[in-house]
């Protein structure tokens, strides 16, 4: 079965960074499309960003453009997301999805808060 293991997350101060890890299983990884999602309380999931399976395109939300990069290893079925410069508004639970599978890992909490 799909199994989605996110990582990395943690406690940060406002400018600093931290780089999310998702290891993927149960599915054959390179041929999805990989995204990063986040949710906080009360709101829908948004999406973050999203790579391609031989990594020649990715998206990126507005708000995360120019701090946030996605990538992934297929040999190692991770994704990644380097998340720079971070603000208190990034603050939020981050998961990895493969659309457009409905399949979601438990999330890592990211807390940016001075």
């Known amino acids: 079965q799909v199994q989605l293991v996110e990582s990395g997350g943690g406690l940060v101060r406002p400018g600093e960074s931290l780089r999310l890890s998702c290891a993927a299983s149960?599915?054959?990884?390179?041929?999805?499309?990989m995204s990063w999602y986040r949710q906080t309380p009360g709101k829908e999931r948004e999406l973050v960003a999203l790579i391609s399976s031989n990594s020649d395109t990715k998206r990126y939300a507005d708000s995360v453009k120019g701090r946030f990069t996605i990538s992934r290893d297929n040999a190692k079925n991770t994704v990644y997301l380097q998340m720079t410069s971070l603000k208190p508004e990034d603050t939020a639970v981050y998961y990895c999805n493969p659309p457009p599978l409905d399949k979601w890992g438990q999330g890592t909490q990211v807390t940016v808060s001075s």
């Open positions: 149960g599915f054959v990884f390179t041929k999805y499309v």
